[in-house]
């Protein structure tokens, strides 16, 4: 991307004219960016088993020079982390592994335990028992090396994208467009677009938030068949796994991923709404379906419109502009280009800005004034002649670069409540493998699109957020249980390990406007005095619920009773 963008400004010099160029990605960020990519896409690959060798030497190895074979190797290049090998030797319990260097390595049968013979993403072939069920002679293999020992690999079929932002400054601290890049320069991170899923749920239940709607809302997750003339035929919408739950608080419908409740929401509120709202966070609405298919993320989006939209979460509500070159140098050392990112004018800066504003509203006024002076603009321009060093300082205060103050495009109350409610999709929902980070200031979305074609993972605390892709090029079914639990998440994981390392765990503000209630879990309405099972719950204060769970709801060992049939 930088690249492109230095041909775009200086064209063919840029490659010959000793431009040097300084951005915004974290060397120790995007090496780990890199690594957790190649690691999640090698062990989605294992868990659907081995495709077989890559090619075979059908002629006697011994009766060949080793410098031969190497040079056989060599005409297979190194894919990211897998290097090629050739088997020289097989046992029940070991294998000889020939590299390019022309060292030879061991291969355990513990190794290969993984390498079930594929069959298809759903079935695979019965557990090896010994390594001749795996590999011969002569076949030329891919290997890696992990914990200071090789194992048996293959090239994933599978391909992710990834893409980090700074959400304080709209910085780029990481880019991932795919296994390897000399593979396949396909950039997945901003080229293309596959359908978001349940990530983009956030923004929707977001804009029922600034609908009126709570945390506690009750909304029925209940079968519903839609007869829309904008699709194609009837739509019977289900949630994964083909169960409905019934009467679903908004909160508990979006760390568990509730499809149906979704629908319903964005037919309480309107799709068009749902559209101006997300188009504040960037989105194009050009993209985003005009139907209810939006519920459930059918809007083909890449990685980095989805991480660019999570940076409003994570920051409290403002859009940045994405950016990632910081400084453009000459050959000489002299300044081309510096960046001049937003600022986020939180509490602190108001009160600055606003009489920022008012002295350059004054500066306006006293221009304008000016017109209607008699002093010609010649004779001004002969008053700077004659003193140099104020036209001098006249024009280095040009070249100062006016503060740029971010829009704040969501209320801060907003912000909170559906941060909040991201928050329990890791303690509790689909997202909960991200507890092993050992942190209490995450707040994510899984993502997995119909017929699990593809897998998503997005989430942040207030300094990285990270969104991860995994999917095919030429889309078809990840295979059983691959969720965007399951295939995006442990490559957030990994990346977050150390992008994390340097950010403070920092419990979020909670804004003016919030208060806390104790509710009953099944109705979303306030709890009763004593109700054993009562929870808390955040509602900005004009949303309070105000009436209270009626007797016959709450029976005596606390356990909601009867529910109304049809929730909207």
Not at 18 to 38: I, M, P
Not at 126 to 140: H, L, W
Not at 340 to 360: G, S
Request: charged share 25%; hydrophobic share 35%; proline share 5%.
């Amino acid at each position: 991307m930088v690249r492109r963008d230095m041909v775009a400004l200086y064209g063919d010099k840029a490659d010959t004219d000793g431009y040097r160029v300084y951005t915004t990605l974290k060397a120790d960020f995007q090496t780990s960016a890199n690594a957790a990519t190649q690691k999640g896409l090698v062990d989605y690959d294992r868990r659907h088993g081995y495709r077989g060798e890559e090619a075979k030497l059908d002629y006697p190895l011994e009766e060949v020079p080793l410098t031969d074979l190497v040079a056989e190797l060599k005409r297979f290049r190194t894919i990211g982390p897998l290097q090629p090998a050739l088997i020289t030797e097989v046992s029940d319990e070991s294998a000889k592994a020939l590299l390019k260097s022309g060292e030879t390595v061991s291969l355990t049968l513990e190794g290969m335990q993984w390498a079930r013979r594929y069959i298809d993403n759903v079935d695979r072939g019965p557990e090896p028992k010994k390594v001749s069920d795996v590999v011969e002679v002569g076949q030329i293999v891919r290997i890696i090396q992990e914990k200071d020992e090789w194992t048996l690999a293959q090239k994933p079929q599978a391909q992710s994208g990834m893409v980090s932002f700074n959400p304080n400054n709209g910085a780029l601290l990481a880019l991932v467009g795919g296994f390897d890049f000399q593979s396949s320069k396909f950039n997945r991170a901003v080229q293309g677009g596959r359908q978001a899923g349940s990530s983009f749920k956030p923004f929707i239940y977001s804009a029922a938030l600034d609908k009126g709607m709570t945390p506690a809302t009750v909304i029925n997750d209940a079968p519903v068949v839609f007869e829309d003339s904008s699709l194609e035929s009837t739509w019977r919408p289900e949630n994964s796994g083909g169960r409905f739950y019934g009467p679903t608080r908004l909160r508990q419908a979006l760390y568990k991923s509730r499809n149906l409740v979704s629908i319903r929401v964005l037919r309480q509120i309107g799709v068009r709404h749902t559209i101006q709202y997300a188009e504040k966070f960037g989105f194009d609405p050009a993209k985003l379906p005009n139907n209810l298919s939006l519920a459930l993320g059918s809007a083909a989006l890449t990685p980095w419109e989805i991480a660019s939209a999570y940076s409003v979460l994570a920051n409290g509500g403002y859009k940045l502009e994405p950016w990632y070159i910081e400084r453009i140098e000459n050959n000489d050392g002299d300044t081309l280009f510096e960046a001049n990112p937003m600022v986020i004018c939180d509490d602190a800066c108001e009160q600055q800005r606003a009489e920022e504003q008012a002295r350059e509203a004054q500066l306006a006024a006293e221009s304008a004034a000016d017109e209607s002076d008699e002093l010609a603009f010649s004779d001004l321009l002969a008053q700077e002649a004659t003193q140099p060093e104020a036209a001098a300082d006249t024009e280095d205060n040009t070249e100062e670069k006016p503060i740029r103050y971010a829009e704040r495009v969501q209320d801060e109350r907003i912000n909170f409540l559906i941060t909040s409610m991201m928050q329990d999709v890791i303690k509790r929902g689909t997202g909960v493998k991200a507890r092993a980070l050992n942190r209490s200031d995450l707040a994510g979305k899984t993502g997995t699109t119909n017929d699990q074609k593809d897998a998503w993972f997005s989430g942040f605390n207030r300094d990285v957020v990270a969104t991860v892709w995994v999917g095919f090029d030429q889309p078809r079914n990840l295979g059983r249980g691959e969720y965007g639990g399951t295939a995006a998440l442990p490559i957030w994981i990994d990346y977050m390990l150390t992008a994390l390392q340097s950010s403070p765990q920092v419990s979020p503000k909670i804004p003016d406007g919030i208060t806390t209630v104790r509710i009953d879990p099944e109705t979303g309405k306030r709890a009763k005095p004593g109700q054993p099972n009562a929870i808390f719950e955040y509602f900005r204060e004009e949303n309070v619920p105000a009436q209270e769970v009626e007797d016959d709801m709450v029976n005596p060992h606390g356990e909601s009773g009867n529910i109304p049939e049809q929730l909207f």
